[in-house]
């Protein structure tokens, strides 16, 4: 019971995606520049300072997010048929899922380091690096 709550803590509750997020700020370290375009394609925006290049990578939400909703059902049933009309009103907001930033930081042909802004959602994370990233 104390493991499981210290693994919540920490993170673990992110599941598989999470875990593959953070491993790629360490394994991707070294990796040459042209195997990262080939495997996480092309970025979103490009940036040199300093003798860096930067590459940043975005994964937008994977929802719409929730708004008002109408809906129309026909039913039938016991010899009876029924039409009814139905309006819907988000009450709760699940604080979901809010995509993620990945910013690699490329100096002498190779990847020096891979940041997340604070707050990233990092299963979404995963879905920008999960095909960089050796398994486990």
């Known amino acids: 019971m104390l493991i499981s709550a210290a693994c919540v803590l920490a993170g673990c509750a992110s ?10 700020q360490s394994q ?13 394609g092309v970025p979103a925006r490009q ?7 930067y590459f940043t990578y975005v994964q937008r939400p994977s929802y719409a997010g929730g708004g ?9 049933g016991s010899g009876g048929v029924g ?9 709760f907001s699940s604080g979901g899922d ?6 690699f930081t490329i100096s002498g042909g190779v990847v020096q380091r891979l940041t997340y802004p ?3 959602h990092l299963p979404s994370c ?3 690096v999960e095909n960089c990233v050796p398994p486990s």
Do not use: D, Q
């Open 118 to 120: 604070a707050g990233s």
């Open 126 to 128: 995963a879905a920008i």
């Open 98 to 103: 809010s995509g993620c930033e990945a910013t």
């Open 47 to 53: 940036a040199e300072a300093a003798g860096n290049e």
């Open 28 to 40: 991707l370290v070294g990796m040459p520049k042209a195997r990262l375009l080939s495997c996480a």
């Open 68 to 76: 008002p909703s109408t809906s129309i059902g026909v039913g039938g």
């Open 83 to 91: 039409v009814g009309l139905g309006f819907g009103l988000p009450l």
């Open 15 to 24: 599941g598989p995606g999470g875990e593959v997020a953070t491993r790629a």
